[in-house]
C-alpha cells in the first residue's frame, strides 16, 4: 500500500453547524479521544508523514481538523482510493471546566451532522491502555453508543505495557467496551496494518 498524498482541508468549529465538511461521498474516519490519548500522532504514523500537530499539553487540538489521504493499493486490491481522516478535539481537558462528555458531544453533534451525506462513516475511539475504565472513555462510548455513530476501540501506547499488564488491560477494555481493542503503538508500529485494514473495508466499500 502506497499513500499518495495526505492534505490538510479544513476545521470545524465544536459546537454549532460545521460547514464546509467534505461530502463528495469518501469515507470518513473519525479519531475521538481523552486529550493526550495519542489522535494525531496515530494520524500522522498511519499517513507516514507530519500532517497533524501533536503537543504534550492537553487540549491541544480545538478544533475537528479534517483532512484527505489518497492511497493506491492495499486491503481490497489494487486500484486507488480516497479516504477523511477526521481529529476531533480531545474530550476531558477543558479550560475552565465543565463536564468532558459533553464537550464531546459538542463537537461530534457538529461534526456527524453536517456533511459527508451518503458516505460510509467510522469512529476509532482511542484509549490508553495503560489506563481501561477511566469514567470520561465510559461516558464517551455511551454517548458514541446512543447517538448512533458506533465505535471500534483503538488501545493506544500498547507498547508502554508489560507483557503481562498488556493482557490484564487488554481483557479489561474488552469486558468494560463490550468488543475487543485493537492494541497500537504509534511509535513502533504496532497494529498499524491491521487498522489500515479496517479503515480499507469501511473506505472502500465506498467504491461503485
Known amino acids: 500500500m502506497k499513500i499518495l498524498s495526505a492534505e490538510f482541508v479544513t476545521s470545524a468549529a465544536a459546537g454549532g453547524r ?25 494520524l500522522n504514523a498511519l499517513a507516514r508523514r ?15 481538523n479534517i483532512y484527505r489521504l489518497n492511497v493506491e493499493g492495499g486491503p481490497g ?11 476531533l478535539p480531545g474530550y476531558g481537558y477543558a479550560r475552565g471546566g465543565g463536564d468532558s462528555a459533553a464537550e464531546l458531544a459538542a463537537v461530534a453533534k457538529a461534526y456527524f451532522e453536517s456533511g459527508g451525506e451518503g ?33 471500534q476501540v483503538i488501545a493506544t ?23 475487543a481493542p485493537l492494541p497500537v503503538s504509534a511509535a513502533g508500529g504496532e497494529g498499524l496494518d491491521e487498522l489500515w485494514r479496517l479503515i480499507a473495508r469501511v473506505a472502500r466499500d465506498q467504491r461503485p
Not at 465538511?21 to 494525531?40: E, M, Q, T, W, Y
Open 18 to 42: 460545521a460547514d464546509g465538511i467534505p461530502a463528495d461521498r469518501l469515507a470518513h474516519i473519525a479519531f475521538a479521544g481523552r486529550s493526550n490519548v495519542g489522535k494525531s500522532t496515530l
Open 50 to 64: 507530519k500532517i497533524a500537530r501533536t503537543s504534550a499539553a492537553p487540549g491541544k487540538t480545538r478544533l475537528a
Open 77 to 87: 486490491g489494487p486500484g486507488t482510493w480516497g479516504v477523511y481522516f477526521v481529529d
Open 119 to 151: 458516505a460510509n462513516r467510522a469512529t476509532l475511539l482511542l484509549i490508553d491502555s495503560r489506563h481501561p475504565g477511566l469514567q470520561t472513555d465510559v461516558d464517551a462510548a455511551r454517548w458514541l453508543d446512543a447517538s448512533g455513530s458506533g465505535r
Open 157 to 179: 501506547k500498547i507498547d508502554k505495557l508489560s507483557r503481562s499488564e498488556r493482557v490484564r488491560n487488554l481483557k479489561e477494555l474488552e469486558r468494560i467496551f463490550g468488543c
